[in-house]
């Protein structure tokens, strides 16, 4: 992967950016993996301003030499801080992605800093796992889920969701189903959706079994389990209809 040829869930991301989010373009990656979002992004034209945020030093100067490398240091930023901590009003930023990371940390990055952004902004987010914890995040801060698509990439599953800022939007509009397999994901039900979610019945019911057979067993915990996995079950038998 480079400033030219993103990842696959990264082009998804970077699709998604170019297809919901306004112009002037001013976007904000937290997180940015060699500044190579921004710089595809700098690059093909598709944004006005960039601004990189990295909270530890090494990928700091990753993301600063990939800027200049691709002559893009009138156009993107690059700045040492954790979060939304890199971000001045001056900045006015309207898109945000942070993308690479699992969903409880996104949300708790979102939790300290999302007040800052102007209103009608958009967020691209690309968690490796806690998909279902972001989500319930953005239903309760009334961030209206725009678009989601989950993609196969080197053997791993990855989810990309776009979210809105929706002063109308409705706290609890999501259902529990929605929130745990993706509102719209659930509804296109792709042959990778169902994979990964077969797979996770299948690890679920280990976990369960297993637990069962210890010496000590949690009951709590086995009775929470045996809840999630009655609703993949549920889900997966609603998709074969």
């Known amino acids: 992967m480079n400033s030219q040829h993103l990842s696959k869930r990264l082009q998804q991301v970077a699709d998604y950016i170019v297809q919901y989010s306004p112009k002037p373009r001013r976007l904000l990656d937290i997180g940015s993996d060699h500044a190579y979002l921004l710089t ?4 093909a034209g598709h944004i006005d301003y960039g601004l990189a945020g990295e909270v530890v030093p090494g990928p700091f100067h990753s993301a600063q030499q990939e800027v200049a490398k691709q002559g893009l240091n ?3 930023d690059v700045r040492l801080g954790d979060g939304f901590e890199v971000l001045t009003l001056e900045d006015k930023i309207n898109a945000v992605s942070i993308c690479g990371m699992g969903g409880a940390l996104i949300a708790k990055i979102l939790e300290r800093g999302y007040q800052g952004l ?3 902004h958009y967020l691209f987010l690309q968690a490796n796992v806690g998909q279902a914890t972001l989500r319930r995040w953005l239903d309760r801060h009334q961030y209206e889920i725009l678009a989601e698509a989950i993609i196969e990439e080197a053997g791993h599953i990855y989810e990309v969701m776009v979210a809105h800022d929706n002063p109308n939007y409705q706290v ?6 929605a929130i745990n397999f993706g509102p719209y994901l659930r509804q296109e039900a792709s042959p990778v959706f169902k994979r990964y979610w077969q797979g996770q019945a299948q690890k679920t019911a280990y976990i369960i079994d297993s637990m069962k057979q210890g010496v000590s067993q949690n009951q709590t915990r086995i009775a929470q389990l045996e809840a999630h996995l009655a609703l993949i079950e549920k889900e997966l038998a609603n998709d074969t209809q």
Not at 172 to 177: D, Q
């Open 118 to 120: 102007r209103p009608n």
């Open 74 to 76: 009138s156009l993107i």
């Open 40 to 43: 595809y992004l700098g690059l």
């Open 172 to 177: 609890g509009s999501l259902s529990e189903e």
